[in-house]
């Protein structure tokens, strides 16, 4: 048989292992169990354009010349197209007349939460949407019409001029968050990955090889065996103290 102290030995090592896995840290930190909300509406005040979302980009584009190999051709583009070197008759504006914009939702929410702006840059997919243009102002009402899901200041939009803008507007989604994110000091942060890692610990010296079955995990087993170590002097102790 085996002996008491033995026995209650055996069994708090085996529960230390499992109680160390379920302390913070232990299993890669927090992860979060329902989607993330938006909490604010996100306005274009120029435009007129609104949008519940984690946020808001307008992309701005000008009809330009282009100088390739086999000629001019005309594009649109989101920045100037440099034509100081041009022929005349191929001049592009000399700047854009409106810039595009971002705004980032800055109430973003996970399991209760605030959500770090970190991970709407590392995790957002922008997609494009058509917004109402019933606020459009009547200043830029008399410059722009719709244009497929956006907006041009083109007479006609199939056939716009040098000079000419194209706008539309995209809105940030953001996935199912689980395994990218972890809660650090009560907001959710990117999960750090390995390319994050100091540079020093590459020259760090390799940890010895674990032996096989159950792994001792920093000092969660110490008070434990402490303990275990404890309760058989004193069982041999008492054991001692019979009379013979």
Do not use: C
């Not at 230390?16 to 604010?40: D, F, W």
């Not at 959710?188 to 020259?203: I, K, M, R």
Request: charged fraction near 20%.
């Amino acid at each position: 048989m085996i002996p008491r102290h033995g026995a209650l030995l055996a069994v708090l090592l085996a529960l230390a292992p499992a109680a160390a896995a379920q302390t913070p840290g232990a299993s890669g930190g927090a992860q979060p169990v329902g989607e993330p909300q938006a909490g604010e509406v996100l306005r274009d005040r120029e435009f007129g354009v609104s949008a519940r979302a984690f946020g808001l980009q307008r992309d701005v584009e000008m009809f330009q010349w282009r100088r390739t190999p086999y000629g001019y051709v005309q594009e649109w583009s989101a920045g100037v197209i440099a034509s100081d070197a041009f022929d005349p008759a191929y001049r592009n504006p000399d700047e854009m007349p409106l810039p595009g914009r971002i705004w980032w939702s800055r109430q973003v929410t996970l399991d209760g939460r605030p959500v770090s702006p970190d991970v709407l840059r590392a995790f957002g997919e922008w997609r494009s949407f058509r917004p109402s243009f019933s606020r459009l102002p009547a200043n830029l009402a008399a410059t722009f019409q719709p244009d497929g899901d956006g907006l041009s200041s083109a007479e006609n939009p199939l056939r716009p001029q040098i000079g000419d803008l194209r706008i539309t507007w995209r809105r940030l989604h953001l996935p199912p968050l689980r395994g990218k994110v972890t809660l650090r000091d009560g907001v959710w942060v990117p999960v750090p990955t390995p390319e994050a890692a100091p540079a020093a610990a590459s020259s760090l010296p390799a940890a010895a090889p674990e032996p096989a079955g159950w792994r001792w995990r920093g000092w969660y087993w110490l008070p434990l065996a402490l303990l275990a170590f404890g309760g058989a002097m004193a069982l041999r102790r008492g054991r001692g103290r019979r009379p013979q």
